[in-house]
């Protein structure tokens, strides 16, 4: 037996969630099973935990869109009893069941080993939102942007998961920083993950008639999109780009097409659902060496399975800063 988050359905239709102790004969197929060390909290784990339950079509269901852990069983030949794993994407805790669990039964090909100098602990620290974070920064490099840029990078939503692991990684790098909050009692958060400026979010989210600005920005990591997305692509210097990793401000594009056409701004779209493994495995190598383990501690906040609940509401009110690690032993 073992203690898993199960969110199930009322009659009315409402969804509750609550630590259970189930059989392993309740996990879903799957070659290889884990023995869950940590997980974390993301934007979806709170829709998923939440009344609505928007992203789950089956219960009873268990959470967490991410854990790191150990082999426990496997009819698979990559993966061996005491092997180290992590896990991102697949839509893992939203279709299949996830994280919220000490055990997970899941395609093998779903997982990558844990990067040597990364403990489980760190990984889920960093987590799908970390990951996200590191295929944007290598997503900007892949289109030439260089630490020697004059202009900074911007980072939209840089209190948050995405924002503050990409804050950190940019600076280790040596990138000049510019951190987007609407919180200023985030900027020594933000100043002490390596940020060189803060940057007010309301300055960004006014609108204007302007479709090209003075260029402010060498790139961007955008995890706003709408209006703010909008604004920052007239403000990007030329052949710059911008990778936009989240809709928090909504899916509409209120945007011209003159930043793409007079000034070559590149667009880029990143999803770490469905990266492919070579990715997937580099962007956690370049994780284990680019990102500096004691800014990473500064991120993280702890908590087990029975806080869950709370913390599901508590991030889709923007009350989580940094990174919730989750340990599911604890």
Not at 274 to 285: H, I
Request: charged share 20%; net charge negative.
């Amino acid at each position: 037996m073992f203690k898993a988050l199960i969110v199930e359905k009322n009659e009315d239709g409402k969804t509750h969630a609550s630590v259970q102790e189930i059989g392993e004969d309740r996990l879903p197929e799957g070659a290889v099973t884990v023995d869950v060390a940590y997980s974390t909290v993301n934007y979806k784990d709170g829709l998923c935990i939440g009344p609505g339950g928007g992203l789950v079509r089956n219960y009873p269901h268990v959470p967490g869109i991410d854990f790191a852990g150990t082999v426990s069983a496997s009819d698979h030949e990559c993966y061996q009893p005491g092997d180290a794993v992590v896990l991102t994407g697949w839509r893992v805790g939203e279709v299949h069941w996830g994280g919220y669990a000490q055990k997970a039964r899941v395609k093998p090909e779903w997982l990558v080993p844990l990067p040597e100098g990364l403990t489980a602990r760190q990984a889920m620290a960093v987590g799908t939102a970390g990951l996200t974070a590191m295929l944007a920064v290598m997503a900007l490099e892949d289109h030439g942007l260089t630490p020697d840029a004059e202009l900074p990078v911007l980072v939209t939503g840089a209190s948050g998961g995405v924002g503050s692991v990409a804050v950190a990684i940019l600076a280790n790098l040596g990138y000049k920083v510019a951190a987007v909050t609407g919180r200023p009692d985030n900027a020594g958060y933000l100043h002490d993950l390596g940020a060189t400026e803060i940057v007010d979010r309301a300055e960004l989210a006014e609108t204007t008639r302007k479709p090209l600005e003075a260029e402010r920005w060498a790139g961007c990591i955008d995890a706003v999109g709408s209006a703010m997305l909008a604004r920052v692509l007239g403000q990007i210097a030329y052949g710059g780009s911008v990778a936009a990793v989240g809709l928090a401000g909504g899916a509409d594009l209120p945007a011209t097409v003159i930043p793409f056409l007079l000034r070559g701004v590149n667009l880029l779209g990143i999803d770490s659902v469905m990266q492919p493994y070579d990715n997937r495995l580099r962007a956690w190598q370049r994780i284990a060496t680019d990102l500096p383990m004691e800014k990473l501690e500064s991120m993280i906040h702890p908590a087990t399975l029975d806080d869950l609940p709370q913390l599901g509401a508590d991030i889709l009110k923007g009350q989580v800063r940094g990174r919730v690690v989750v340990d599911l032993n604890g």
